[in-house]
């Protein structure tokens, strides 16, 4: 069984919160700070997930597009919060670990453990996460999910994301944008807000349940212990293996 981590077995809102309360965009630098912290949190009910797998006999691999001097600090991360980790097998694949996972695209890494192992299950927050043809046109991208769409529901399971915002990156060609014009058109349809001068400038941020408000990433600063406010709809993942 393979998962991919970020937003999918893990959460990362508290950099996501940080990047609104700063008014900052996602750099390289404070995303290393934020892995190396070792701060992400379960998506409920994935630790519970693997850890019946593995209980079953199923080895559970993670594969990531975090780079690979990331590697301790992620593991350690997913260590604390009780996912199995594979005994004496690397389950945790990181890009550049390797010279053929230098790519962002996965299907190396995931043909290396297909080499070795039966995959039951693969699970992604993206397309890309399940094939290497993401990188297209919205026109294109439905065509690849017209090929491929026998295997979502079955082999292949999406958990929508709830932060990045990847989707709508897509349809507005946000890559083209400049960081005025993604603030401004953001603002309108971001979950989680602005700070405020009734808040003193902290985040008033809550889930599309409207429920919670996640503690924000100070980056730049050394970051505080997070703690794990942040209420998502369970994934149901119990229901995709057998039981016995």
């Known amino acids: 069984m393979v998962l991919d981590l970020d937003e999918t077995a893990i959460d990362n809102s508290g950099y996501e919160a940080g990047l609104v309360v700063n008014g900052a965009n996602f750099n390289s630098k404070t995303w290393d700070a934020w892995t ?11 630790v519970e997930f693997t850890k019946y797998a593995d209980a079953k006999g199923v ?5 990531s597009n975090r780079n690979a001097d990331q590697k301790e600090a992620t593991k ?7 996912f199995p980790m594979g005994g004496d097998v690397d389950a945790l694949l990181l890009q550049h670990e390797r010279p053929e996972w230098a790519s962002r695209a996965k299907g190396a890494r995931l043909a290396y453990i297909a080499d070795r192992y039966r995959v039951l299950l693969l699970f992604g927050d993206n397309i890309g996460d399940f094939t290497d043809r993401y990188d297209g046109s919205v026109a294109e991208r439905d065509k690849i999910f017209e090929a491929l769409k026998a295997h979502f529901g079955h082999d292949w399971m999406m958990l929508a994301i709830r932060s990045t915002a990847l989707g709508e990156r897509g349809l507005r060609s946000q890559f083209k944008l400049s960081d005025d014009e993604k603030h401004a058109g953001s603002s309108a349809s971001s979950s989680l807000g602005r700070p405020s001068r009734e808040t003193g400038g902290r985040l008033r941020a809550r889930t599309p349940n409207n429920r919670v408000r996640p503690e924000p990433f100070a980056t730049g600063a050394t970051p505080p212990r997070i703690a794990n406010r942040v209420d998502h709809r369970s994934p149901r993942l119990a229901a995709a293996l057998p039981r016995g």
């Open 36 to 46: 190396q912290a070792a701060q992400a949190q379960a998506i409920p009910g994935v």
């Open 76 to 82: 350690r991360n997913l260590q604390a919060l009780g």
């Open 59 to 63: 080895k559970v691999f993670y594969v």
